[in-house]
């Protein structure tokens, strides 16, 4: 029903940067916002910064003034700017599509996953 694919990752120096980007696809009417998760070696996966349609944007501690997530709604699109990367944001990034409140924050995953793409920050 919905197709995700993550794309923009890579090998990077501590310090470096990376742009992600996902595209949607599908039944993704239903859904007000899309967000970012990630995924390190060994441990859960965990939710990065989450985006409304219409603006309202949320991150995780682990990534605030480092991170930035935008949208192109037009093109179904969500991008994450990572810059400053750590050696601790090495993981499998996914993008996800799901429902948020604007006013509050929180968000809800919905189980739609595509294949992520890796992320890899060392010396």
């Known amino acids: 029903q919905v197709q995700l694919v993550e794309s923009g990752g890579g090998l990077v120096r501590p310090g470096g940067s990376l742009r992600l980007s996902c595209a949607a696809s599908?039944?993704?009417?239903?859904?007000?916002?899309m967000g970012w998760y990630r995924q390190a070696p060994g441990q859960q996966r965990e939710l990065v910064a989450t985006i409304t349609h219409g603006g309202s944007i949320n991150y995780a501690d682990s990534v605030k003034a480092r991170f930035t997530i935008s949208r192109d709604n037009a093109k179904n699109m969500v991008y994450l700017q990572m810059n400053d990367l750590k050696p601790e944001d090495t993981a499998v990034y996914f993008c996800?599509?799901?429902?948020?409140?604007?006013?509050?924050?929180?968000?809800?995953?919905?189980?739609?996953w595509g294949k992520g793409t890796l992320v890899t920050v060392s010396s």
């Open positions: 996800n599509v799901g429902f948020s409140d604007p006013d509050v924050g929180g968000y809800y995953a919905m189980d739609f």
């Open positions: 599908g039944s993704i009417f239903a859904f007000n916002a």
